[in-house]
T-cell receptor, first 109, second 117 residues
Framework: TQLLEQSPQFLSIQEGENLTVYCNSS?????LQWYRQEPGEGPVLLVT?????EVKKLKRLTFQFGDARKDSSLHITAAQPGDTGLYLC?????????FGDGTTLTVKP | GAVVSQHPSWVICKSGTSVKIECRSL??????MFWYRQFPKQSLMLMAT?????????EQGVEKDKFLINHASLTLSTLTVTSAHPEDSSFYIC?????????????FGSGTRLTVV
């Protein structure tokens, strides 16, 4: 059973469109992280959310942590081709980082 | 920020040979490091937790004798794929957490692409 479920798994959109990626769990996490990974590279940390209800913004990216700390979302405004990549959510579970299945985003020019 | 260096970035080896992958924390000490395996367009699958000065903890289904982990110092963990076979071909990534840093996230190496022919 996957502890963290991400949706959608694949997303292909045109440049300028908005999108939201979801990360859901039945478990409570003390924190959740979002990473972006490009082909052939390791994941790079985008943000960590810690407080229930927290909203963090990173330029065109907005991250939310659910009030119950069981889910999170990533919203990208006016997507650009440079946003293309694999987006992963992760949370600490039993002292190690557990990852969602990932969302492969393709932004077409 | 915290930096994790992984080497080599890619390796091709013959079936039956062993390959060693190194993971170094460059500017912080890591008592614990993690090794992941990733298939194309899939997420990271945790293989094992590497503990400095003690035995690694392997996830269910991961062969201990196949994937040897050594964490001999606070800045270096190695993963050796023994008697490699084509099905071991994959992208291997290590990570560590800098507890002295301001964030909660893990820092990842750049990965090693292993191809067994």
């Amino acid at each position: 059973t996957q502890l963290l479920e991400q949706s959608p798994q694949f997303l292909s959109i045109q440049e300028g469109e908005n999108l939201t990626v979801y990360c859901n769990s039945s478990s409570v996490f003390s924190s959740l992280q979002w990473y972006r990974q490009e082909p052939g590279e390791g994941p790079v940390l985008l943000v960590t959310v810690v407080t229930g209800g927290e909203v963090k913004k990173l330029k065109r990216l907005t991250f939310q942590f659910g009030d119950a700390r069981k889910d999170s979302s990533l919203h990208i405004t006016a997507a650009q081709p440079g946003d293309t990549g694999l987006y992963l959510c992760a949370g600490d579970w039993a002292g190690k980082s557990t990852f969602g299945d990932g969302t492969t985003l393709t932004v077409k020019p | 920020g915290a930096v994790v260096s992984q080497h080599p970035s890619w390796v091709i080896c013959k079936s039956g040979t062993s390959v060693k992958i190194e993971c170094r924390s460059l500017d912080f000490q890591a008592t614990t490091m993690f090794w992941y395996r990733q298939f194309p367009k899939q997420s990271l699958m945790l293989m094992a937790t590497s503990n400095e000065g003690s035995k690694a903890t392997y996830e269910q289904g991961v062969e201990k004798d196949k994937f040897l982990i050594n964490h001999a110092s606070l800045t270096l963990s190695t993963l050796t794929v023994t008697s490699a076979h084509p099905e071991d071909s994959s992208f291997y990534i290590c990570s560590a957490r800098d507890y002295g840093g301001s964030g909660y996230g893990y820092t990842f190496g750049s990965g090693t692409r292993l191809t067994v022919v």
